[in-house]
Nanobody
């Protein structure tokens, strides 16, 4: 029911930065948890980071902790993923997902009722 649109991906060198955006339409993020996942070619989709909209709690995968920051803009109904100190192993298609009634930490496990965006490509070169 909720439509999510990701943007902000691109090609950067190792050590560079990108900011991804996830904009929602159809309804507000209020009451939802929102997360970022990524999937590299030939690999399973993995959790990156999540935020609970009303509780303002965040949760990160160990691989990105200290480098990535997830945040939200209530006025724009948008969630951001600021990615700093990018590494080649961060290369993947990044997807936004949202679900009601979940805490940020619970977004670490994918569920059938997640709403998904179309993905945005992030490529980090050496």
């Amino acid at each position: 029911q909720v439509q999510l649109v990701e943007s902000g991906g691109g090609l950067v060198q190792a050590g560079g930065s990108l900011r991804l955006s996830c904009a929602a339409s159809g309804r507000t993020f209020s009451g939802f948890a929102v997360g970022w996942f990524r999937q590299a070619p030939g690999k399973a989709r993995e959790f990156v980071a999540a935020i609970s909209w009303s509780g303002d709690s965040t949760y990160y995968a160990d691989s990105v902790k200290g480098r990535f920051t997830i945040s939200g803009d209530n006025a724009k109904n948008t969630v951001y993923l600021q990615m700093n100190s990018l590494k080649p192993e961060d290369t993947a298609v990044y997807y936004c997902a949202a679900s009601p009634f979940l805490a940020a930490q619970a977004m670490g496990v994918m569920r059938p009722n997640f709403y998904w965006g179309q993905g945005t490509q992030v490529t980090v070169s050496s």
